[in-house]
C-alpha cells in the first residue's frame, strides 16, 4: 500500500487563474494517475504521470490546459490552467505501487476545487 | 466513454438489510475492482476479482463476475450506517497498463 498526500484539500479560485495541485507519496511508485470527479459524477481518468517524461493525457484533455511535472518517483503536480467555472470538480491523484499486476490504485484524499 | 455503468445510482436501506450493486462493462477485462468513496474523499480499494474468478468474499463483501455478461454485482450483507458511501466498479482492461476505468457509481444510503 502507499500513503498519499494531496495538497491543497480545498481552494476557492477566480476565472482566469491557475491552481497546482501536489502529490506526495510516502513510497516510490511506478504509476502516478491523476482523475477528475465532476460533481455527482465518476471519475475520469486525466492523464498518466510519467517519471522522466511527459505525461500521457487521455482524449479530451491536454497538456496546455492540464500540465502535469513528475519530478521523481515520489512527486507529481498537476496545474489547472486559466480556470472557468466548469472546471469545478474533485481532483485526485492516485498510485500503483511497484510492478502491482492487479492494477489496485491508492488514492489521494483529494481537491475540492471551486470556480468563480 | 466510461466502460463501467452501475445501477441502481442510489440505493436507500436500513441497517441490517443487505445492499446489491451491479456493474456491467464492455470489453475484455483483466479483473474488476470495487472502490468505496466516502463524501467526496478518496477511494478506497474494497475486493479485487480476477477474470477468470466467478466469487469472491471479503468480510460482509461478495463480489460475484460474470464474463459472458460482462456484469458484476457487489452485496453488503448486513449493512451499517457506516457503509453509506459511493461505491464504484472499476475494469483493469485486457493488456492495459495498469489504467482503470471507473462506472458511473452507487449512492448508497444506510439509515439507523
Same mark, same amino acid.
Not at chain 1, 20 to 39: A, E, G, H, K, L
Given at each position: 500500500s502507499a500513503v498519499i498526500s494531496q495538497k491543497p484539500s480545498r481552494d476557492i479560485c477566480q476565472r482566469g487563474t491557475s491552481l497546482t495541485i501536489q502529490c506526495q507519496v510516502d513510497s516510490q511508485v511506478t504509476m502516478m494517475f491523476w482523475y477528475r470527479q465532476q460533481p455527482g459524477q465518476s471519475l475520469t481518468l486525466i492523464a498518466t504521470a510519467n517519471q522522466g517524461s511527459e505525461a500521457t493525457y487521455e482524449s479530451g484533455f491536454v497538456i496546455d490546459k492540464f500540465p502535469i511535472s513528475r519530478p521523481n518517483l515520489t512527486f507529481s503536480t498537476l496545474t489547472v490552467s486559466n480556470?472557468?467555472?466548469? *472546471?469545478s470538480s474533485i481532483y485526485l491523484c492516485s498510485v500503483v505501487v /511497484? +510492478?502491482? #499486476?492487479? @492494477?489496485i490504485q491508492y488514492f489521494g484524499a483529494g481537491t475540492r476545487l471551486s470556480v468563480l | 466513454s466510461q466502460q463501467g455503468e452501475e445501477d441502481p445510482q442510489a440505493l436507500s436501506i436500513q441497517e441490517g438489510e443487505n445492499a446489491t450493486m451491479n456493474c456491467s462493462y464492455k470489453t475484455s477485462i483483466n479483473n474488476l475492482q470495487w472502490y468505496r468513496q466516502n463524501s467526496g474523499r478518496g477511494l478506497v480499494h474494497l475486493i479485487l476479482i480476477r477474470s477468470n474468478e466467478r466469487e469472491k468474499h471479503s468480510g460482509r463483501l461478495r463480489v460475484t463476475l460474470d464474463t459472458s455478461k460482462k456484469s458484476s454485482s457487489l452485496l453488503i450483507t #448486513?449493512? +451499517? #450506517? #457506516? *457503509?453509506t458511501a459511493s461505491y464504484f466498479c472499476a475494469t483493469a482492461l485486457s493488456? /492495459?497498463? @495498469?489504467k482503470l476505468i471507473f462506472g458511473a457509481g452507487t449512492r448508497l444510503a444506510v439509515h439507523p
Amino acid at each position: 500500500s502507499a500513503v498519499i498526500s494531496q495538497k491543497p484539500s480545498r481552494d476557492i479560485c477566480q476565472r482566469g487563474t491557475s491552481l497546482t495541485i501536489q502529490c506526495q507519496v510516502d513510497s516510490q511508485v511506478t504509476m502516478m494517475f491523476w482523475y477528475r470527479q465532476q460533481p455527482g459524477q465518476s471519475l475520469t481518468l486525466i492523464a498518466t504521470a510519467n517519471q522522466g517524461s511527459e505525461a500521457t493525457y487521455e482524449s479530451g484533455f491536454v497538456i496546455d490546459k492540464f500540465p502535469i511535472s513528475r519530478p521523481n518517483l515520489t512527486f507529481s503536480t498537476l496545474t489547472v490552467s486559466n480556470m472557468s467555472p466548469e *472546471d469545478s470538480s474533485i481532483y485526485l491523484c492516485s498510485v500503483v505501487v /511497484g +510492478r502491482d #499486476a492487479k @492494477n489496485i490504485q491508492y488514492f489521494g484524499a483529494g481537491t475540492r476545487l471551486s470556480v468563480l | 466513454s466510461q466502460q463501467g455503468e452501475e445501477d441502481p445510482q442510489a440505493l436507500s436501506i436500513q441497517e441490517g438489510e443487505n445492499a446489491t450493486m451491479n456493474c456491467s462493462y464492455k470489453t475484455s477485462i483483466n479483473n474488476l475492482q470495487w472502490y468505496r468513496q466516502n463524501s467526496g474523499r478518496g477511494l478506497v480499494h474494497l475486493i479485487l476479482i480476477r477474470s477468470n474468478e466467478r466469487e469472491k468474499h471479503s468480510g460482509r463483501l461478495r463480489v460475484t463476475l460474470d464474463t459472458s455478461k460482462k456484469s458484476s454485482s457487489l452485496l453488503i450483507t #448486513a449493512s +451499517r #450506517a #457506516a *457503509d453509506t458511501a459511493s461505491y464504484f466498479c472499476a475494469t483493469a482492461l485486457s493488456g /492495459g497498463y @495498469n489504467k482503470l476505468i471507473f462506472g458511473a457509481g452507487t449512492r448508497l444510503a444506510v439509515h439507523p
